[in-house]
């Protein structure tokens, strides 16, 4: 039986990676974001040699988390979904399709 929720993490930084099948997403809409770690995550969407930044935020302490829904159709991402996390200690999940 199919699934329309899906997720994808990252540890750090780096290309997301489903959770089903740890291969890279590409192409799709992010509806949520789970984030854990001091500094500026930057979401970027790579198309080719071009790199867009989609989402950013900052988280200020140690005790902060990142809880994000963005409703109706998402953030659209026409290629590679990588994040940019401030450091290897942070922890990013997010809930696309």
Do not use: C, W
Not at 60 to 79: K, N
Request: aromatic share 10%.
């Amino acid at each position: 039986m199919a699934t329309n929720v899906n997720f994808a993490y990252v540890d750090g930084s780096g290309p997301l990676l489903q959770v089903e099948s740890s291969v890279t997403l590409t192409e799709t809409r992010i509806h949520g974001i789970h984030a854990t770690g001091v500094g500026t995550f930057t979401v970027v969407d790579v198309t080719g040699a071009a790199a867009t930044t989609k989402i950013k935020f900052v988280n200020t302490t140690a005790a902060d988390t990142t809880e994000m829904y963005i409703e109706d159709f998402g953030v659209r991402f026409d290629g590679i979904v990588k994040v940019s996390a401030p450091a290897s200690t942070t922890s990013f999940t997010v809930q696309y399709g």
